[in-house]
């Protein structure tokens, strides 16, 4: 057949990496959070283009698909990730989380590689996001709690870790066994002693920061339990009506910082606290608190929250990130 | 690391096929077009969930990107496609439009397979599409006339044959030589006579179905030269400002059909007629036809428009029928 445009060019090979080879070429280190503060700051200082998350439950199979993209200046690709979250699949001996990213050219539109990565890099791009917050908005971590048991739980605090070298973490979750074996985790990625906590308050009141990683839809932390100094980092799962953080804490911080402040309103506890005619203006951005572009912690003893939803940029720099790495790590297939 | 979810069971096997291997297990025949109708039946029987397009531009690079999906109740797997168009790449020796199709399963969100069939799977669905509508709404062909020169210039007359076996193509395209090439083309693809045109008009007098497949954003076919019996279908690129049909054709037309209303409102030939106040009302759309839910041609002289956007279930339906045919092509990845 003759068609219009005669290509002349082949389109170059495409790059199939899955999750075990993936883990051999990016981990949760100084260099990952670098990257993704870096995606913060483009976010910030605009050219950005992200679209709306396209979100599609299955309910018959107790299912959702979210596909987040971002186009970023300056970056030689743009990342599409799929994750699809199954939460009968336990039962099934797998787990509720997977997906897989792409990555096309900028240039080209032409696809450059497939990272069957299982949610793999959403993890540590999640868990880098939550290490740039702690290193904008909580100076001074001698104790770190975290909120909830799973994978995220242990993650963040990995990751807070590496910039923020606390002594102490505490741990809580609704399972007592699942809170134990997270502590047991932590302390071991961390080397710091880890101690569980059968209430949140008490953890809210020792540490410095906490990190929420749960899919609550009604509030754990309420405005009683804010004390100076603290900064807390929500970065539960967001589904519809997810809910971590009290609306009059949200109001009462000193400074309340979203990722990306459209999602959050959507996705994220500014929500709820809309819903509550609560936080009426426009929150600032945490890359915007990077470049300085709005002012973050102004004195020790405030309480600064953010909230964390993730974003399509994220993924285009955890993507992007990894290219670069590759070497000779995957399967080449000839478009 | 303990995760509180122990999977116990190994994820599946993925396959991943090029555009080559592709060709080699689906083309353009009757058993596709079947494929494609059942999937406009399935829309119309209710369950489907299809989430608006998720459309990021590029503008920096001429480009854009589209993804598409959807879940069909009872199709076991759903397919998330990705479309980039970037318009500079013909300057590259690129074609413009490429893109790969994902099919993951319905129950558990495991990515099964991965299409990297650089818009093979679209250009058929979509030529499937037209034989649906041709096979719905024109009854009677003796001569086809189709408007553009691109491959679904070429494709839509392919399928159209297939399900009326016209006697005679005519074929009109902005650029005369392209337009000999197509009709070459057509001519060597359906077996049948094929004449190049240098009005749009005549072309329409003289056929009984009518393709147009053109990104126009200034309408090609008018109201004048509409003549009994005609049936158009408007299948054109789907960008914005794209209109190829005039408002006033489509409210003198007996009956206008959309693929999905709320694509055609904002990407079909709807958006440019309610722009001018015309077509208040809401149209039927295929699968209604096709299902008898809605009323479609009922008289030989009647004029009828079919508006064709393309759907996520299309790319489901096609992606499916593509897992049940792929024997042992492609290549297998342990996930």
Redesign the interface.
Known sequence: ?????Q???P?PD?R?L??AQLRGVVSLDLETIDVIENGFRALAEG?V????V?????A??H?E?D?K???V?GVDG?A?K?S???FD??Q?????L???M?L?S??????QA?F?D?GYLTDIRTAAAGAVAARHLAPDVETAGVIG???QA?LQMQAAHLVRPFKRCLVWGRDAQ?AK??A??IAA?TGVEVAVMTEIAPLVAQSQLVVTTTPATTPLITADMLHDGVHITAMGSDQAGKNEIAPEALATADLYVCDRVSQCEVLGELRAARAQGLMRHTPPELGQIITGVAQGRTDLRQITICDLTGTGVQDTAIASHVATRLGDAG?V???
Do not use: Q, W
């Open positions: 057949m003759t068609t219009e445009a290509a002349s060019a389109r495409i199939i899955t999750e050219g283009v992200m679209p709306p396209l979100s599609m439950a299955i018959a199979h299912g698909v596909v993209t971002a186009y200046p743009f599409l799929v699809p979250g199954f699949n336990p099934l001996g797998l787990p509720s997977n997906g897989l792409i096309l900028t240039k080209t539109g032409l696809v497939v069957l299982n048991t799973g994978v242990r699942k074996a997270c047991v985790d990625m399967t297939i000839s478009a």
